[in-house]
C-alpha cells in the first residue's frame, strides 16, 4: 500500500498504529499469544523496516515496546513514556487548558449533570489549533439574539438592574420558576425576565425549594462567557 501510494503522490507513507498491545492482550487470555507475537512481528517488519516508501511511522500501547520481542527486529525506534518529559503535555489536557475550558464554558446544569457549552468548546479549541496563544472569548453570543435580554433589562426597574449587578458580581438570585412561559409572556411581570434568562442559558442552577405548588430557583450566573455578554 505505501509503494502504491508513493507511485500515485510522489510521497512516503506515514503509517500510525494506535495500541500496538491489543490483540496481544486478546491473544494472552485466548490462548494464542505466541502465534500473535509472529504474526505482528511480521506485518511490523514488512511495514517499518523493510518499507523503502516509509517517511516515519508512530505506534502506541500501554506496555513498553522494550518488553516485546515483536520489536526486536526493528531499529533507530525512539520510545517515549509517561516517565518522559518531551511530549508530556500531548498525552492529553493540561491543568492551565482545563481551566481556561471550565472558567468560560463550564457551569450549565441540565437536572443534576453539569456540562460545558459544546459549541463554545469546539470554537476554542479549533482557535488553539490554529493559533496557541489564542485567547477565550465568547462563541456563544454569536448563535443567539441578545435583543430580547437587552429589552427586558431595559424595561425591568431599579431593583431588577441591581439584582443583575450582583449576579455579574459573583452573587446569587432565588426566583419562582415556570416552565410554560412564552414569548408572549415576557412583559406580564419582571418574574418572567428570571424564567427567560434560566431557560435561555443565561443562568444556571445552583438549588431549588419548593413552597405550595410554585418552585423557586437560586440561579447565578454559569461562565465568564455569560458574564462577558
Keep these: 500500500m505505501s509503494e502504491c501510494l508513493f507511485q500515485v503522490y510522489g510521497k512516503r507513507s506515514v503509517i500510525l498504529i494506535d495500541e500496538y498491545d491489543v490483540p496481544l492482550e486478546n491473544a494472552y487470555f485466548g490462548g494464542f499469544y505466541d502465534r500473535m507475537v509472529s504474526l505482528i512481528r511480521f506485518l511490523f517488519e514488512s511495514a517499518l523496516k523493510t518499507n523503502d516508501y516509509l517517511e516515519f511511522a508512530a505506534v502506541t500501547g500501554c506496555l513498553g515496546i522494550s518488553r516485546e520481542s515483536i520489536f526486536t527486529g526493528l531499529n533507530n525506534l525512539n520510545v517515549v513514556s509517561i516517565t518522559n518529559d518531551t511530549f508530556a503535555e500531548h498525552f492529553g489536557f493540561t491543568q492551565e487548558e482545563v481551566e481556561t475550558v471550565q472558567k468560560w464554558y463550564d ?23 490554529k493559533n496557541k496563544q489564542a485567547f477565550a472569548k465568547p462563541y456563544w453570543s ?38 410554560d412561559i412564552t414569548y408572549d409572556d415576557m412583559h406580564s411581570t ?22 405550595g405548588e410554585t418552585i423557586y430557583m437560586e440561579m447565578a450566573i454559569p461562565n465568564s462567557e455569560v458574564r462577558y455578554i
Design 107 to 129: 457551569g450549565y446544569r441540565f437536572g443534576e449533570t453539569e456540562v460545558y457549552n459544546p459549541w463554545s468548546v469546539i470554537n476554542y479549541v479549533y482557535s488553539c489549533y
Design 142 to 179: 454569536n448563535t443567539s439574539s441578545n435583543s430580547i435580554v437587552r429589552d427586558l433589562v431595559e424595561h425591568a426597574d431599579i431593583s431588577v438592574k441591581q439584582e443583575i449587578e450582583g449576579l455579574i458580581e459573583g452573587g446569587t438570585i432565588e426566583k419562582p420558576i415556570h416552565e
Design 190 to 211: 419582571q418574574d418572567n425576565l428570571w424564567n427567560f434568562l434560566f431557560f435561555t442559558g443565561y443562568l444556571k442552577k445552583i438549588s431549588q425549594r419548593q413552597e
